[in-house]
């Protein structure tokens, strides 16, 4: 039982001025809450010798393994529209990279472990509350088939944190195929270090688009590839009803992962203008604005990019808005492909987009959940008995049954077996995905009554979400008020 990790730090052989050397802070207590055990075997590591003190020390910042080069990265990022030229990691500290069982880079994070040059006011730290929302909604995304970032491990440090009260501190340890945002092209595209710009878009290449090297025009490559990801994203986001909460620039992932989960949260009952964060004062950041958003913020990673497009610049231009031309149909593509299977649609017919905007127009007018709905059509396709369980989740029930009878007769135009399509559809509407009443529960457990049983009990329920057990019961359903539940930002 050793901890070993073998680490090959790229990015802390980037020059200095893309990172700052700095080692975690010691905490007063360490004490494990979690190892993802999966994930360490992905990473090649023990999940035993991670759960030593030897491994909870490393993991709370108290030591520094082998083999690391511990660094905080520099980005900037647009906040709410607005540029701030400087952030960076001002609370996350980089261990190193290490190459996983497939072969593929993933950097080792620890969030929460202490002040860096870049904390500005902040203290570095993080509150239990949202490493174990971070840990909870960052693994049932992966569960869910949704690129994301991962959680390796969460540890109480035995400090507390100060927000607006004294709450216990954590640190949770984060693995991503990369921490390359938007924002750090951004920080060196500012201050117009076109160098810089290069050399980070050549390393960002080498791990996310080495397809794109032989290619005459390799910079352009590799801008439509990240607006295609980012579209696939976002599609993939609103068809599960997830809204991330905070899509700052510096918040977006080059790699295509879903990165930084803070105030985010999943949909009870539909409706396109939700927003959870508390800090969201006008609805930037609602459900059904992800898509301009992402492509808003498509363009800022664009414009970062324009010398490396072309030597002219308005050719540069030209080609910056080609590649952010590419996201409206590959989300569109996304979005209706999975609209689609949802419905249980294996055709591609003309009028199918009408019908299933039909579905969610009736679903928000009738405050219907939106995970419930879906889940319950997979047994509906097969058989009209099943309407029983759709037909409470709409405030006027004879809503459902009038879009029913159209997909209905829709369904009975394509041969396909019942059985076959209900698994399909079940494949692609989850049971269950993790409802913010019940994450609080849990986090209220943790922290007024250090019983950490739920979160392992969430955690499990959350590892299978395409499947229907009866012990998940209670986490399948919608908050019993239907309140909306406002998610504070992790600070
Ligand atoms: P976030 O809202 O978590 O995406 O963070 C936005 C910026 O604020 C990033 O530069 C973070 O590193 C920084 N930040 C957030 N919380 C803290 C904290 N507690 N201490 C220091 N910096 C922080
Ligand atoms: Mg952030």
Not at 57 to 64: D, H, I, K, P, Y
Not at 169 to 182: C, D, F, N
Not at 361 to 386: E, G, I, N, W, Y
Request: aromatic share 8%; hydrophobic share 45%.
């Amino acid at each position: 039982m050793t901890l070993r990790f073998s680490f090959d730090n790229s990015y802390a052989r980037l020059p200095a001025g893309f990172h700052a050397r700095v080692k975690p802070t010691d905490v007063a207590a360490p004490s494990l809450i979690k190892v993802n055990h999966a994930l360490a075997h992905e990473l090649g590591l023990d999940p035993a010798a991670l759960e030593t003190p030897e491994g909870v020390a490393v993991l709370a910042g108290r030591s520094v393994p082998e083999g690391a080069d511990p660094i905080a990265a520099a980005y900037a990022g647009h906040q709410f529209g607005h540029f701030t030229p400087q952030l960076g990691d001002g609370r996350a500290i980089l261990l190193g990279e290490v190459v996983d069982r497939t072969g593929q880079r993933r950097d080792i994070q620890l969030k929460g472990a202490g002040p860096t040059p870049f904390s500005r006011r902040g203290d570095g730290r993080a509150a239990m509350g949202p490493v174990l929302r971070e840990y909870l909604v960052s693994e049932a995304m992966a569960a869910l088939g949704v690129p994301t970032t991962r959680a390796l491990a969460a540890v109480a440090t035995g400090d507390l944190v100060h927000r607006e009260t004294a709450l216990p501190g954590a640190v949770l340890t984060r693995v991503a195929s990369s921490h390359i945002r938007i924002g750090t092209f951004q920080y060196f595209a500012t201050r117009g270090d076109v160098d810089a710009v290069k050399t980070l878009a050549d390393h960002a290449i080498a791990r996310h688009a080495p397809e794109v090297l032989g290619q005459p025009e390799p910079y352009r490559a590799f801008l439509e590839g990240v607006v295609v990801k980012q579209a696939e994203l976002v599609a993939r986001w609103l068809l599960i009803g997830f809204i991330h909460g905070v899509m700052n620039t510096d918040n977006m992932s080059i790699s295509g992962e879903t990165i930084d989960y803070g105030p985010c949260a999943f949909m009870d009952a539909y409706d396109p203008a939700t927003v959870f964060s508390s800090i969201d004062h006008q609805g930037r950041y609602a459900y059904a604005n992800q898509p301009e958003i992402a492509h808003w913020n498509l363009a800022r990673l664009a414009e970062s990019l324009l010398p490396l497009l072309a030597v002219d610049q308005d050719d540069a231009v030209t080609i910056a808005k080609q590649a952010l031309g590419r996201f409206a149909p590959a989300f569109n593509a996304a979005y209706l492909g999975g609209l689609r299977a949802k419905l249980g649609l294996q055709q591609e017919r003309a009028e199918d987009l009408a019908l299933s905007q039909d579905l969610l127009a009736r679903m928000a007018a009738q405050k219907a959940d939106f995970t419930l709905t879906f889940r319950h059509l997979c047994d509906a396709a097969v058989d009209p008995s099943h309407d029983a369980k759709l037909r409470p989740l709409f405030a006027d029930p004879s809503s459902y049954d009038a879009w029913a009878a159209a997909w209905r007769a829709r369904l009975a135009d394509e041969p396909v077996p019942a059985e076959m399509r209900r698994d399909a559809m079940r494949r692609v509407n989850p049971a269950i995905v993790p409802r913010n009443h019940r994450i609080e529960a849990v986090i209220e457990a943790a922290i007024e009554r250090g019983d950490f049983a739920p979160f392992e009990e969430m955690n499990a329920a959350l590892a299978t979400p395409y499947e229907d057990r009866p012990e998940n019961a209670d986490d399948m359903q919608p908050p019993p008020d239907r309140g909306v539940y406002q998610t504070f930002c992790g600070t």
